[in-house]
């Protein structure tokens, strides 16, 4: 059964950074899609980062791009979320998200990001 565990949320001032981590356990193979989507209040939920599976390349959406890196440990099935210059419309639940091809498969439990002065 595969599990994903997000721990690393929590309260940030603009401007600020913060790291979410992910243990992704359960999957059969080594070969799976990794990455994170966030909802935020009011909002449908928004693929924000996505390591595929089949050939190693990360997407990210344009509301994050160049501020969010993806990374990724295959050795300890982990990955994070290094998030900087953090805006008040980056506050959301942050859910790690996986997958056999894609990150649209399996969410964890999601963690809460507060951007606020």
């Known amino acids: 059964q595969v599990q994903l565990v997000e721990s690393g949320g929590g309260l940030v001032q603009p401007g600020g950074s913060l790291r979410l981590s992910c243990a992704a356990s359960?999957?059969?193979?080594?070969?799976?899609?990794l990455g994170w989507s966030r909802q935020a209040p009011g909002k449908g939920r928004e693929e924000i980062s996505c390591?595929?599976?089949?050939?190693?390349?990360?997407y990210y959406a344009e509301s994050v791009k160049g501020r969010f890196t993806l990374l990724r440990d295959n050795a300890e099935n982990m990955v994070y979320l290094q998030m900087n210059n953090l805006k008040p419309e980056d506050t959301a639940v942050y859910y790690c998200?996986?997958?056999?091809?894609?990150?649209?498969?399996?969410w964890g439990q999601g963690t809460q990001v507060t951007v606020s002065s």
């Open positions: 998200a996986a997958g056999d091809l894609w990150c649209d498969d399996y």
């Open positions: 390591m595929s599976s089949s050939d190693g390349n990360t």
């Open positions: 359960g999957f059969t193979s080594r070969y799976y899609a």
